[in-house]
């Protein structure tokens, strides 16, 4: 919700569906001068062999102009998400990682690039349809949850930083999904009813391994039980994280998940859920990112290390010079080298970090 009276000139990233839809109509009713952007960020090519909707989603999104009376245009980032975001997901799970592709797209791209073009283009802020929200005091900007719980995704949204945080709204981030669906339909808006998009940013919905494999040769390997006995094999380490249920095709018994990957000797070994090697309390951190004020350590916060996971208790603390270490009160189930851990105080997110252990 925005508390400022001033007009501003606002540039929505309007992405074709719902979300965003709604965001650009409460804009214009808030009386701003409303104007939209829409990204084509990927689509078949260079190899990548995967059937992007974009151009169904670029005319989604020019329907929704349409119908509010905005003008939109198409901004063409390809080159710069396939430098900044494929090739890193290639190369991130080459290296045995499990890296979020979702988090750089919207470090590296949406508030980085489209906002940088969008500045220069002469708007105050750009806007999205992301359920999270942003406060304003005098420490500067505060990156809060979303007000529904279901659909929070400052998770996603946790390689902000303060100007990125003071040019940008989220028009809908005190909104909860269902109250956005109702705003969509009562005011006519052409995708009212347009289901929510899923998988990578701006890629889609894909199956992970085949996806990889196009550029990640495969490799075919041993898959050992916790005894270190052979059971079956695979067609590549990197093509699994740790804690993957689906797609070890061992038939029979119980439910197996990866609890180890060894990419010198390219095996998986592969466990129960109750395996202890799935289980951690205390993860290694790199990277750490502060998204405004620096807190002193150690600290006592929440954290997460996936999207929709309940926050979890755990201290915070430094322990070499690049390294950190949150040690969680209860032990954390698969957790991968590569991921983004956010760390929060209450509803705000305040920093986060790249697992490495």
């Not at 965001?23 to 990548?48: E, I, P, T």
């Not at 020019?62 to 905005?70: E, N, P, R, S, T």
């Not at 799935?278 to 929440?302: C, D, F, M, Q």
Request: with cysteine; glycine share 8%.
């Amino acid at each position: 919700m925005i508390k400022n009276s001033k007009k501003l000139k606002v540039l929505v990233g309007l992405s074709g569906g719902v979300d965003s839809a709604v965001a650009a109509l409460l804009l214009k009713k808030q009386g701003h001068d409303v104007s939209a952007v829409f990204m084509k960020n990927f689509s078949s090519r260079d190899n990548v062999d995967r059937e992007c909707p974009w151009r169904q989603d670029q005319k989604e999104a020019q329907k929704v102009a349409d119908f509010l009376g905005i003008k939109l245009e198409t901004w063409d980032f390809e080159d710069q998400y396939r430098e900044k975001v494929v090739n890193y997901l290639f190369d991130t799970y080459q290296a045995g990682l499990t890296p979020n592709p979702d988090i750089l797209c919207n470090s590296e791209i949406k508030f980085k690039l489209f906002l940088a073009k969008a500045i220069l283009a002469g708007y105050d802020k750009i806007a999205t349809g992301h359920y999270a929200q942003i406060k304003e005091d005098k420490n500067g900007f505060h990156l809060l949850k979303g007000v529904d719980p279901n659909k929070d995704q400052s998770y996603f949204l946790a390689g902000l930083n303060q100007e990125q945080l003071s040019r940008s709204l989220f028009p809908i981030g005190h909104l909860k999904k269902p109250k956005v669906r109702q705003i969509a339909t009562a005011a006519g808006l052409p995708n009212a009813d347009r289901k929510d998009s899923q998988g990578i940013c701006f890629v889609g919905k894909v199956n992970l391994k085949d996806f990889l494999s196009q550029k990640i040769t495969p490799q075919k390997g041993d898959i050992l039980n916790a005894e270190g006995e052979k059971i079956g094999e695979h067609d590549g380490v990197f093509y699994y994280t740790i804690g993957q249920r689906k797609g070890i095709d061992i038939g029979g018994g119980p439910a197996l998940y990866v609890i180890k990957k060894d990419l010198k000797t390219n095996t998986l070994t592969v466990g129960p859920k109750e395996s202890l090697e799935l289980y951690t309390k205390k993860i290694k951190v790199s990277n750490l990112h502060w998204l405004g004020e620096k807190y002193k350590l150690p600290l006592k916060a929440r954290a997460k290390i996936r999207y929709r996971q309940e926050d979890q208790k755990l201290i915070f603390k430094q322990t070499e010079q690049n390294t950190w270490e949150a040690d969680f009160k209860q032990a954390q189930f698969a957790v991968a080298a590569g991921q983004t851990l956010a760390i929060y105080q209450k509803k705000e997110l305040i920093a986060s970090g790249i697992i490495i252990d």
